[in-house]
Every structure is written in C-alpha cells, then in structure tokens.
C-alpha cells in the first residue's frame, strides 16, 4: 500500500529565509509524486510534478523538489519565502495508470515579516 | 479562470437531511474524482468517475454516499441523512482523457459541508 508522510505540520519562516517542506513516501513500486498548495478557502493548485527524467524538477512561484529514490523522499525547497507563500502544502503520490492520489496530512508554511 | 467549478461553496444542513455537492469538470476532461479533506487531514480520495460510469469507488463508505457523473451536466456527490461526522471539505478534481501514465489532477475550490 501507498503512503505519504509530511513530518512537519507547521514550518515557521520569516520573509527571505530559506525553506524545505519535507516528504517521505512508502510505495513497493514507481510512483509519481506532486506537490499541491492550498490557500485558505480554496482548491488546491499544483505546485509542481515530478514523472520521470530529471530529479530536480522546478515549479511554479519559485519553488523546487528533488525526487530522491533512495531516501523515497520528495523535499520541497524555496531559496527564498515571501509573505504570500503562507498557505498550506500537500506531497501526493499516484501509481502509473492509477486512478487516485494520497495525500500527506499537510504542512502549514507560515511566513513572518 | 475556466477551471473546476463546484457548487455550493458553502452548505449547512441539519443531521438526517440530504446534502448534493456539485461538480463541473474543466473543459475537454472527462475524468472526475471526489475527495474528502477532514479538519486538519489531508484529502482521502473517495470516488473516481467518468461518464455515465464509476470506476473506482474504494473510497466511498458503504452507506449514504453515492456519486454520479451523467452524460449531460456535471457530476454529483449525495451524501442521504448526513451525520456530525459528514462536516468536512469535500474536493473534486478533473483529468483529461488519459491513455496511459498518471495525469495531473486539477482542483476546484471546494464545498465546505457543515452537519449541525
């Protein structure tokens, strides 16, 4: 069976630090993992994917993920937060040809000024 | 922004009443899924549609729930006499006919159930 584990709940950072969400996922075969955010009162919107090829896979407002096989992880990192990064970031894995995605319990990113 | 629409956004129904969630799929995709997010949960997936037939449903409960997604019109989650425990967010995500590999899944913004 698929799972993903966010170990953090709440990440706090203030405004230009550096940030890294983390992500473990277990899984006996290849997966497909994604990084969703969801803004308070709202849908979730991807983030970024990662299918195949490169490890290093960069996404929307400035944030970057490494799928490393190894570890079964998939860390999300932003060089440098702003204010309006503050939402919530889901990890979701899917198999090939497979209908649903699991999702982590969330990682809450709260940027201070 | 013609994406995933559901309706309503909000809903507040009494237990014992009958809640329907609504779901139009972003255009040209023809795969719909269902997914629950409880307070302070991530979402677990419920239900996978596509037209006129459920494809997976191995996340449903056994009773009171049902998922539709007709030929015409959008797809809709019915949960019959909602309890406490129904309150929740309650997502639904479209993907573009696939044939094969894992497609992404694109997000409405949500139906916030409320069972008082």
């Known amino acids: 069976a698929q799972s993903v584990t966010q170990l953090d709940s709440q990440v706090p950072v203030f405004e230009e630090a550096p940030v890294e969400l983390r992500c473990n996922y277990s899984?006996?075969?290849?997966?497909?993992l994604f990084w969703y955010v969801q803004y308070p009162n709202q849908g979730l919107q991807l983030l970024l994917k990662?299918?195949?090829?490169?490890?290093l896979v960069k996404g929307i407002n400035g944030f970057e993920a490494e799928f490393n096989k190894s570890q079964t992880s998939f860390h999300l990192r932003k060089p440098s937060v702003h204010i309006s990064d503050t939402a919530e970031y889901f990890c979701?894995?899917?198999?090939?040809?497979?209908?649903?995605?699991?999702f982590g319990s969330g990682t809450k990113l709260n940027v201070k000024p | 922004n013609a994406g995933v629409m559901q309706n309503p956004r909000h809903l507040v129904r009494r237990r014992g009443q009958e809640a329907r969630l609504r779901c139009s799929p972003m255009?040209?995709?023809?795969?719909v899924y269902w997914y629950r997010q409880l307070p302070e949960e991530g979402l677990k997936f419920m239900v996978y549609?596509?037209?006129?037939?459920?494809?997976?449903e191995s996340g449903m409960p056994k009773e009171r729930f049902s998922a539709e997604f007709p030929k015409e019109g959008p797809s809709i989650l019915r949960i019959q006499q909602v309890v406490r425990g129904d309150s929740a967010a309650y997502f639904c995500?479209?993907?573009?006919?696939?044939?094969?590999?894992?497609?992404?899944?694109?997000f409405g913004p949500g139906t916030r159930l409320t069972v008082l």
């Open positions: 995500a479209s993907s573009p006919k696939r044939d094969r590999g894992p497609d992404t899944q694109y």
């Open positions: 899984s006996s075969v290849s997966v497909y």
């Open positions: 990662y299918l195949s090829g490169s490890t």
């Open positions: 979701a894995v899917t198999l090939y040809n497979f209908n649903k995605f699991y």
């Open positions: 255009k040209g995709h023809s795969h």
């Open positions: 549609l596509q037209k006129e037939n459920i494809i997976d």
